[in-house]
């Protein structure tokens, strides 16, 4: 049996969680999310606490024991706290602006890249226009947001130029060596 599935998930006040078979529905102070999960699962409502257990012990129905649990948690998580991906920016004339809620990226193309944010998710961007973050209350729409504002501008392993990951390690290249005499 997983580890993670055997978890109970704690329901914290304020957030409202209804359970139809296996359609799941949380609401809470940032927003409302909903998902249904494949019928091998039992999800069942317990003095607060959510509780999943696979209905047989067949590959599939312990893979999506784990996997419902995660989501489950992530989707109580998302609605109270909210979920944060920081992106930071290097090179020269590399910068990220806010104009209303859009996100515009000049990063050494001819043409500045503008960003919608889709529903659910809002830009900051830091003083030195070089970090951005991007919160929202669905775990996978920040981070897919995340990597296609990454993808606009790979980081390079030459000079380390592009948009990265806070704290993400670029391995870097040496170049050309110089003309052997």
């Not at 606490?49 to 590959?59: C, I, R």
């Not at 226009?129 to 990454?150: H, P, S, T, W």
């Amino acid at each position: 049996m997983s580890r993670i599935g055997r978890l109970p998930i704690e329901i914290p006040s304020g957030v409202e969680v209804q359970v139809e078979g296996t359609f799941v529905r949380v609401k809470g102070p940032k927003g409302q999310m909903e998902h249904t999960f494949p019928p091998v699962v039992n999800i069942a409502m317990e003095d607060g606490t959510l509780h999943v257990k696979p209905l047989s012990e067949q590959k599939f129905d312990r893979a999506m024991h784990g996997t419902t649990r995660s989501v489950i948690n992530n989707m109580v998580v998302g609605v109270t706290d909210g979920f944060v991906k920081e992106l930071e920016i290097q090179g020269v004339g590399y910068r990220a602006e806010l104009q209303g809620k859009n996100l515009t990226l000049t990063v050494g193309y001819s043409h500045p890249v503008v960003i919608e944010p889709p529903e659910g998710i809002s830009f900051e961007v830091g003083e030195r226009n070089n970090e951005i973050k991007v919160a929202g209350y669905d775990k996978r729409a920040v981070g897919q947001m995340a990597a296609d504002i990454r993808k606009i501008r790979p980081p390079e392993p030459y000079k380390g130029k592009g948009i990265r990951y806070k704290g993400e390690y670029v391995r870097r290249k040496a170049g050309k060596a110089g003309k052997a005499i």
